[in-house]
């Protein structure tokens, strides 16, 4: 196999991975400010866009891990390491990569932000329903068989 041709398609998928990682990193700051309204349709478009470049993302990591398979390597970092030795053995992808990583952990920071205001805001929603039902501050407990246990409506007889 060329070793030109493989460097050429490893290229292109750094360059696309690279394309959806900024289109992805935008999204999620696009998400936080939406979380923090109340536009229930932009949310849902957001996260479909989201879910979109995620698995853009999943199809090129496949293709990458294809490609070292196919040249008897191994589908994981070390492999395209070696891949890269033989293709590229000028290191001229290696400024790629590192951007794609880079890229990649803004992205999960983003994301993990986002996760946190979703989490706090399903803590909110849960306490406002735990008030409306009349189960606030009431935790769930489990039984002898390891099954949460259902608080029981009960009535104040009194208070001391």
């Known amino acids: 196999m060329d070793p030109n041709v493989c460097r050429e398609h490893l ?16 999204l999620l700051k696009s998400e936080h400010h939406v979380l923090g309204s109340q536009d229930v349709a932009a949310l849902e478009k957001t996260a ?9 993302l999943a199809r090129i990591e496949e293709q990458r891990r294809s490609l070292c398979s196919m040249h008897g390597h191994s589908p994981d970092l070390a492999g395209l390491e070696r891949m890269m030795a ?6 001229s ?16 920071d983003l994301n993990d932000r986002n996760g946190t205001m979703v989490a706090a805001k399903l803590k909110r929603v849960e306490g406002l329903l735990g008030i409306l039902t009349g189960r606030a501050d009431k935790a769930d407990t489990y039984g002898p068989r ?4 259902a608080a029981r409506p009960g009535r104040v007889l009194g208070a001391a």
């Open 48 to 56: 479909r866009a989201r879910q979109e470049r995620v698995g853009a």
């Open 86 to 91: 033989w293709c590229d053995p000028t290191g």
């Open 11 to 26: 290229a292109a998928l750094l360059a696309d991975e690279i394309n959806t990682l900024a289109q992805l990193e935008e």
């Open 93 to 108: 992808l290696v400024s790629r990569l590192r951007e794609c990583a880079q890229r990649a952990s803004v992205c999960r």
């Open 146 to 149: 390891g099954a949460t246990v």
